[in-house]
């Protein structure tokens, strides 16, 4: 069965911090990898990734895929209480299925 | 900007109800999706349409069904309401080539009495 797993379940930081979330996949047909920023309701695109070892980045925000270890990491440094979310990973399979993580629940303390 | 929304943001309904939760997207999209997410279990597809009166089944397709009449209009049906479809009901939609990148609606949170 096709899953994705995202970890840590849920993260507690200090403004200013780094934090690293992670995200790792299991499914048949891997087309590509998606993150996306959820606040309040409708999630929000950040980052597609299609290829090992490329690095997306978006202000303080940067992605990498591994599709020979099958996963993939998200970045945030400089942390923001605006940070304040639930990260999604999603993975992509060919005949355009999403399958989507639970997610990890990210708090920013100032 | 994209738009898609959800008619409702918060519904409450009864036991064997029948419920009706529509979404309309206007950027002309081929595809579109509902999902439900609950605490833990991140987002589920229940069923999706690449085009006009086409659906297929998604994951967790049981107790619902959808209607896709028109290209801009996506309803989910709940035919008999139960408890165990309380949950938050996300509407997507996307391009069909490109399709990775969905835009999904704010949301209907749906509690069964």
């Known amino acids: 069965e096709d899953k994705v797993v995202q970890s840590p379940l849920s993260l507690v930081v200090h403004e200013g911090d780094t934090v690293t979330l992670n995200c790792s996949y299991e499914v048949t047909n891997f087309r590509s990898l998606l993150w996306y920023k959820q606040e309040k309701k409708a999630p929000t695109f950040l980052f597609m990734l299609?290829?090992?070892?490329i690095e997306k980045k978006s202000g303080r925000l940067s992605s990498i895929l591994d599709k020979k270890e099958l996963f993939s990491i998200l970045n945030i440094t400089a942390t923001q209480t605006g940070d304040s979310a639930i990260y999604l990973c999603?993975?992509?399979?060919?005949?355009?299925?999403?399958?989507f993580g639970a997610g990890t629940i990210l708090r920013v303390k100032s | 900007d994209v738009k898609v929304t959800q008619s409702s943001r918060y519904l409450v309904k009864r036991t064997g109800e029948k419920v009706f939760l529509e979404c309309v997207q206007d950027m002309d999209h081929e595809n579109m999706f509902w999902y439900r997410q609950d605490p833990g279990l991140g987002l589920r597809l229940i069923y999706f349409?690449?085009?006009?009166?086409?659906?297929e089944k998604g994951d967790i397709p049981e107790g619902y069904s959808v209607s896709r009449e028109k290209k801009e209009r996506f309803s989910l049906i709940l035919e008999s309401a139960s408890t165990n479809q309380t949950s938050m009901y996300l509407c997507?939609?996307?391009?069909?080539?490109?399709?990775?990148?969905?835009?999904f609606g704010s949301g209907t949170q749906l509690s069964v009495l």
């Open positions: 999603a993975v992509m399979e060919y005949g355009n299925k999403l399958v």
């Open positions: 349409s690449y085009d006009v009166k086409m659906k």
């Open positions: 299609t290829s090992s070892g």
């Open positions: 997507a939609s996307s391009w069909s080539t490109g399709g990775e990148k969905l835009f």
